[in-house]
């Protein structure tokens, strides 16, 4: 370090970098004092892509450079905080600072899921660290928990609901009927939408927490290629309403589990929870990781996961302990060449599968008949008529289905949906046990 204040170049002035600026003004004391004065922060230099935007948080115009670059060669900072997002800039950034021996911070999901082999190799190459707490679930320190605190236990599950915008976005439809564009824009004014929402919505975002997660947990970079992603978008009203009639929610879920043969099983998915599960109390941008340890058993950790704040705060845990630490060894270091992880097809759960069908003699048995020559079964049935128009052509038919193979569902509906009656592909959600 240049001095005994560490010099910080900060890259994006957005939600997150002006948020950690802030609370470096109002409680830079206070963590120098908390840290026994070994982490004394000093925003040295601030980049962004635009000079002259109006901006809501204020800096003093002299730390402003809209070259990147500059806080890598700038002496007078030690540590550089990416938070700009986004894996091209933001990957040359991260990698020239490590080559410069500088401690990174970032709170870049997509960088290090995407690109984390090149990064975590040149970190260890360099003896740099990379520090990541903000990356996941925003002020929820899941990382050094996974790390650190558990550290004595095998992982065996992890469920989490980890985009904040997803789950803000389905409660806002559920609770208050709003559309889906509606709520998206709720959370975009909100702080809690990536720049581009497309990685929220299409369930991305939350697959890059997971496959960081899961990688911590595992010991083995997962290969972002591998995992099965499906997001928010398609979601619908009548499927949040029946789902609410049958006793469940919709919630964005990312699983990571152990399987007995050592296999891991990762995916992120919108699926049905039982309203009586304790993650189907999360609501809005709160996040929750429920967590199993073979030694600890269950545990919950809870708390924002988007937003200015939370994100800045785990921006600042991260600071700190790089300002305080010589060790270099932060950040992911795998201790497993490879893992095998569970094909999708041969992940099982149960079903819930919505048929909108022509309402017409023998529908019910046909569709039951094809399940049954695949030895799914059913476990209920679901088809409000309407009372003002009880004799409608049109029919939603939903079938809750026993546990089955993906792949076994999969081939049955191409079945199914060879049958005239239907007007529509069949809607499938998986029903979450945990
Ligand atoms: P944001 O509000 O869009 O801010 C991005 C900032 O980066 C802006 O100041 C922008 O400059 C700057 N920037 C973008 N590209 C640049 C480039 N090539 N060169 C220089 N500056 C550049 O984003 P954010 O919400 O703060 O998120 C930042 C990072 O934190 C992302 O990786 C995101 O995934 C992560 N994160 C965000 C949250 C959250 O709740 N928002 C939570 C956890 C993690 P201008 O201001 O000039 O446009
Ligand atoms: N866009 C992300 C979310 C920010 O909504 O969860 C936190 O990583």
Not at 378 to 387: C, E, K, Y
Request: glycine share 8%.
């Amino acid at each position: 370090m240049s001095s005994s204040i560490s010099g910080i170049g900060l890259a994006g002035f957005g939600t997150v970098g002006s948020g950690l600026w802030q609370i470096l003004q109002e409680h830079g004391g206070m963590i120098s004092d908390r840290s026994q004065g070994s982490a004394a922060l000093e925003i040295r230099r601030i980049a962004v892509r635009d000079l002259a935007k109006k901006r809501e948080i204020e800096a003093p115009a002299e730390l402003f450079t809209s070259d990147l670059m500059e806080l890598v060669n700038d002496p007078a900072v030690d540590i550089v905080v990416e938070l700009i997002g986004g894996t091209e800039a933001a990957f040359d950034l991260v990698a020239a600072a490590l080559r410069a021996g500088k401690p990174v911070v970032t709170g870049n999901k997509a960088l290090l899921a995407e690109r984390g082999a090149e990064l975590f190799a040149l970190s260890k190459q360099e003896q740099t660290a990379i520090h990541f707490e903000a990356a996941v679930a925003g002020g929820i320190p899941i990382i050094k928990a996974v790390q650190e605190s558990l550290i004595a236990n095998r992982i065996e599950t992890i469920a989490g609901i980890i985009n904040g915008t997803s789950n803000y976005i389905l409660q806002r439809m559920t609770e208050a009927g709003l559309a889906y564009s509606e709520a998206l824009k709720e959370a975009k004014d909100l702080g809690y939408a990536e720049a581009d929402e497309t990685l929220d919505v299409n369930g991305w975002d939350a697959a890059h927490k997971t496959i960081l997660l899961a990688s911590l947990a595992h010991g083995f970079l997962v290969n972002y290629k591998e995992v099965y992603v499906r997001g928010i978008e398609k979601v619908t009203p009548l499927d949040i309403k029946f789902a609410s009639d049958l006793g469940y929610v919709v919630k964005l879920l990312s699983l990571v589990i152990e399987r007995d043969d050592g296999k891991i099983e990762i995916r992120t998915q919108p699926s049905f929870l039982s309203k009586t599960h304790i993650l189907a109390s999360v609501h809005g941008v709160f996040n929750a990781v429920a967590l199993k340890g073979d030694h600890l058993g269950d545990s919950l950790f809870y708390g924002r996961g988007a937003g200015q704040g939370p994100t800045a705060s785990s921006v600042v845990s991260d600071l700190v302990e790089a300002a305080r630490s010589d060790r270099s060894d932060r950040g992911f270091l795998p201790y497993r060449e490879s893992g095998s992880l569970v094909e999708i097809n041969d992940t099982v759960t149960s079903y819930y599968v919505r048929f909108s069908v022509t309402d017409q003699p023998g529908v019910i048995a046909n569709i039951a008949t094809i399940l049954a020559e695949h030895q799914i079964g059913i476990s209920g049935t679901h088809s409000p008529v309407d009372a003002n128009n009880p004799d409608a052509d049109f029919l939603e038919m939903v079938f809750l289905l026993h546990k089955c193979s993906f792949g076994r569902l999969k081939i049955a509906l191409t079945e199914v949906e060879k049958l005239d009656c239907l007007t529509a592909r069949p809607v499938v959600f998986r029903i979450e046990t945990l």
